[in-house]
Structure formats: C-alpha cells, structure tokens
C-alpha cells in the first residue's frame, strides 16, 4: 500500500533538486554532447544508490565540505567558460561564421559534481522518508526522475539551435549562479529562487564580457 503523503514528498525533493541538476546538463549539452547528461547522472546514481544502501548514513556526510568543493568547481569552470565565450564572439566576428571548438577540459568534474551536489540535497529529505515508508520513498524517487527525463528529452533538441557562443555565456552563468547559491548555502539558508536572480545577472555580466569591444 502506498502513502500518498510519502509518495508525493519524495517526488517533489526529487523534481525539485534533479531538475537543477538537469538544466546543467542541458546547458553542458550545447558544449559537450550526449557525455553531459551520462556525467551528470553518475553524480546522481552514487549518491543515490549509497543514500538506499546506508539510509540515515548519508545525513553524516559533511555537506558543508560537499558545497564548498563543488562551489569551487563550478566557479573555475564557470569562468573558463565565459574566457571561452569572448573567445567564440571574436571568431564569429573574423570568420563570419559559428566556429565548432572543443569542449572544455573539465565536462566530467562539472556535471558529476553538480549531479551529486543535487542528488545529496534531495537525499538529505529522503533518508528522512525511508524509516517511515520505504516502498513510497522510492517509488516517488523513481517517479521524479522519470519526470525530470522526459521533460530534459523533450528540451534536447532546442539546445543545438543556439548559437555556440550564446550557450557559452549561459553555460558560464548557470555555473557562476550555482557556485555563488552553494557557498552561500554552505553558512546560511536560502531559496532555490535565488537562482533565478542570480542566473540573470551573472548572464548579462557574461554576456558583456564576452561582446565587449
């Protein structure tokens, strides 16, 4: 028998804090082809998978740390990408056209990091829900992420339409807005909607950075 309550609260961790991670690997897509997703989702599954073997062990990893490091990681990468960014606006202006370059070094450490970020924040309220009810627990599990994938397959498409050097800059701004949200969440508590603000500013920084003269 399922627990509606149980079954509805895992589902929305999952949507909530998965989505996150999706929307980076859409974003890494644009630059690094199908691999994105693939690193992102092993972020996800060992984390996971461990929070389903160990249950409450998982709340004694330091999250603190995990926030930190990851926060670090994306804010390196987040401002190679945006270098990258102006680098591919200058190309377009002498050649005329849209370059292909290579992804940047770093893909794998990116999405992992931001997979297993996110997957840590939903697993903090799961292990919560598992002693109460663990067949709900993961059938709402399993139910997020199936939304969270059909919906991140139907956006795939949209992605290659985009100017590389546009989906730098909005690369380079999701990863800036997330490092700033997680070293601010390492001390103090915040919204998720922070991030919409937050993504707006550091993409028009970006973007002028990268089209400056």
């Known amino acids: 028998m399922i627990d509606p309550a149980i ?25 690094g082809g199908s691999k994105a997703f693939l690193y992102v989702a092993l ?10 073997i160990v249950g ?14 990851a926060g670090f990681l994306l804010l390196y990468f987040g401002l190679r990408l945006a270098r990258s960014a102006r680098r591919a606006v200058i190309r377009s ?6 370059e292909e370059e290579k992804m940047e070094k770093g893909l794998f450490y990116t999405g992992f990091s931001v997979g297993a970020v996110e997957a840590f924040e ?5 292990v919560a829900l598992i002693p109460i009810d663990y ?14 994938v059909i919906g991140t397959a139907l956006l795939k498409s949209q992605v290659r ?5 546009n989906m730098k800059v909005a690369v380079s701004a999701l990863l800036l807005s997330f490092s700033s949200f997680w070293f601010v969440e390492a001390f103090y508590n915040i919204s998720d909607l922070i991030l919409i603000p937050l993504f707006t500013i550091f993409f028009a920084a970006v973007y002028f950075f990268a089209h400056r003269k």
């Not at 589902?11 to 974003?27: D, F, H, P, Q």
């Not at 939903?122 to 799961?126: H, R, S």
């Not at 067949?135 to 969270?148: E, K, R």
């Open 7 to 31: 079954f509805l609260a895992a589902m929305g961790i999952t949507l909530l804090e998965i989505s996150e991670a999706a929307a980076v690997a859409l974003a890494l897509y644009g630059e």
């Open 43 to 52: 972020g996800i599954a060992v984390v996971l998978v461990i929070t389903f």
């Open 56 to 69: 409450k062990e998982i709340a004694l990893l330091p999250i603190l740390l995990i926030r930190l490091v």
């Open 93 to 98: 202006r002498k050649k005329g056209g849209n």
């Open 122 to 126: 939903a697993a903090i309220v799961i």
């Open 135 to 148: 067949n709900s627990t993961f059938l709402g599990l399993v139910a997020g992420l199936i939304i969270v």
């Open 161 to 165: 339409k985009i100017k590389q050097a």
